[in-house]
């Protein structure tokens, strides 16, 4: 019987990739010009010359895809620029706002802040292609995983340190050295995600075991519940000396979620969402910042002008966007505090209308969507539950903003991926990105075909 061992040639979608890259970008130009025009602003020179660096970063990004990793999804990179593209064209209007408010209160114009968010941008693109060329395999990093856990676990504790620590609006995550700030939170929830996944990988089998059954649930052993309860001391931690409840919810629900993935238990739900609103309860009569969150969001109007007016602002320029939106460039996003930051979300809401909100979950959806599926697709366990992690990451993090900004649940103070000002939030989601296509380019790489030798072809060796 012959075999033919000639590799299966399959499209790699890079040309659909630079499609899709190329739109985002288009998109972007098309957005500035809008709001140039409706604010009287007009393309200046320095604006021209922004976005042509945008889309210099863009494509290098591509042409780094294309050589390092051909076989990645061609979805991660176009959604991700898209993304990051509408939050810079949202600063630069929330910029120009600003601006206009000073300017007839004759007040200090303040500088603008996308010039800021283009340099971590560049940034972000630098460790972008620094992660595809260092990590050729994902696998590999199953070999540090106690490693990466120290790091995260330092990067929580860095803010706690008297002479590095920084308190920003009642929150401590903030590090400063040398006169650059950044949070380590960012980066730690990559390094602990990959630490979960390395270590649950190895303890999964042992976590997975059902000592008892209450009401058709199996419920793990007594002595296999420390690491959550581990996780659980650490996230209240976070939320007691950082003051910080979106951190705190996400390293928890991040750690519960894959234990859960892991193991397929539905026990270790139940045990996770019980510990969750026993600390949720204790920190809610402990502590008055946590309450003062919770109050607010039960009835923002009671307090209107005071603790309310950043949460009431938000929600009345949801009301004025309406279904289409007031258009880039027409509405009133200088009114809402924060608004390029923990409130983006709201500015989009009133500029580009309940249609424009639902486009903006759309993306966020597909980009998680394309994680998951490329666990699925991936064939080693640690790169699953890695692509599930990062996945994970991800979600709660939208979720958790945009339910804060909506008053499904509770401010939190968590910022919106790729959207909103800040250069630790937005090189942290690139180095996701970054991962995800590098696990995607092993999932989707056709495998060389090597005939067994016994079935080999016969070759004729010349005689030496």
């Not at 856990?149 to 903030?174: E, S």
Request: net charge positive; charged share 15%.
């Amino acid at each position: 019987m012959a075999f033919t061992s000639v590799p299966t040639r399959q499209p790699n979608r890079r040309n659909t990739e630079l499609m899709l890259v190329i739109g985002a970008w288009l998109l972007g130009v098309a957005g500035t010009m809008q709001i140039a025009w409706a604010t009287g602003e007009g393309m200046t020179p320095r604006l021209w010359i922004t976005v042509l660096i945008v889309g210099v970063l863009a494509g290098a990004m591509h042409i780094t895809v294309r050589l390092k990793a051909q076989y990645a999804d061609p979805l991660f990179l176009p959604i991700a620029t898209l993304l990051t593209i509408l939050g810079l064209v949202m600063i630069y209007r929330i910029d120009v706002a600003t601006a206009q408010r000073a300017a007839r209160n004759d007040a200090p114009v303040p500088t603008p802040d996308v010039y800021a968010q283009l340099t971590w941008f560049a940034v972000a693109v630098v460790l972008f292609i620094a992660v595809l060329i260092l990590v050729r395999d994902h696998r590999r990093l199953q070999r540090f995983t106690y490693t990466f856990g120290f790091l995260g676990l330092l990067g929580l504790l860095l803010p706690l340190l008297p002479l590095v620590g920084k308190t920003v609006n009642g929150a401590r995550l903030w590090v400063q050295f040398f006169g650059l700030s950044f949070q380590p939170a960012e980066a730690s929830k990559i390094f602990l995600t990959i630490f979960f996944a390395g270590y649950l990988v190895v303890k999964r089998d042992s976590l997975a075991l059902v000592r008892t059954k209450f009401l058709g649930v199996g419920f793990p052993r007594p002595k296999d519940v420390g690491p959550l309860l581990v996780a659980w001391i650490i996230s209240l931690g976070v939320l007691i000396f950082q003051r910080d409840l979106g951190t705190s919810l996400l390293f928890f629900g991040l750690f519960v979620c894959m234990l859960y993935i892991a193991t397929q238990r539905r026990g270790w739900l139940i045990i996770g969402g019980s510990l969750f609103v026993i600390g949720a309860t204790m920190a809610y009569f402990a502590f008055g910042h946590v309450r003062l969150r919770v109050n607010i969001w039960w009835d923002p109007w009671a307090d209107s002008n005071g603790d309310g007016y950043q949460l009431v602002q938000s929600l009345y320029g949801f009301a004025s966007g309406g279904l289409f939106g007031s258009g880039l460039g027409q509405g009133y996003p200088e009114f809402v505090p924060f608004a390029n930051t923990d409130f983006i979300v709201a500015a989009i809401g009133e500029e580009l209308g309940l249609v424009g909100m639902c486009a903006l979950l759309l993306f966020f959806g597909i980009l998680i969507e394309r994680g998951l599926r490329t666990a699925i697709a991936v064939r080693d366990s640690f790169g699953q539950l890695l692509a599930v992690g990062l996945s994970i990451v991800l979600a709660i993090q939208v979720f958790v903003i945009i339910g804060g900004v909506t008053r499904l649940i509770p401010l939190t103070g968590l910022t919106t991926p790729f959207l909103s000002y800040g250069g630790s939030s937005l090189v942290a989601n690139w180095v996701i990105i970054a991962l995800l296509i590098r696990i995607s380019d092993r999932a989707r790489r056709p495998d060389v075909f090597v005939p067994p030798v016994d079935e080999a072809l016969t070759q004729v060796v010349r005689r030496v």
